[in-house]
């Protein structure tokens, strides 16, 4: 788990404008973080009665996480949407530069 959150920390330091790949880094940092702080009773009850590793992850894990990534998941859509409207006005293509030939 260490090397992969290596690779996401790096993916999150370089810029946008840069590289399109610091979204994928900071999700997998909100994602991960939202996992490692799930509660983890209902996994445990879920091993006591002898449950297999995927479907613990599968009925403990997820409809905990769930909310929160998807939530995650929207807002950085949101922020990339954003974005690439304020990028395309600036004349750098994309979104925004579809608008405002459609307003001029």
């Known amino acids: 788990m ?3 959150r290596r690779l996401l ?8 404008i840069v590289i399109a790949l610091h979204k994928m880094g900071a999700l997998g940092k909100l994602f991960s973080e939202v996992a490692e702080n799930a509660p ?5 009850g879920l ?6 590793w995927g479907q613990r992850m599968l009925f403990g894990v ?3 996480v769930a909310p929160n990534w ?12 954003r974005a690439s409207a304020i ?3 600036v004349g750098a293509g994309g979104i925004g530069y579809d608008l405002r030939n459609a307003m001029a």
């Open 9 to 16: 920390n790096t993916l999150r330091a370089i810029p946008e």
């Open 87 to 89: 990028l395309g006005f």
């Open 62 to 64: 997820l409809p905990q």
């Open 47 to 52: 091993r006591s009665v002898g449950a297999a």
């Open 70 to 81: 998807l939530s995650y998941a929207l807002l950085r859509f949101e922020i990339n949407i």
């Open 2 to 4: 260490a090397p992969i």
């Open 40 to 44: 983890l009773g209902g996994v445990e």
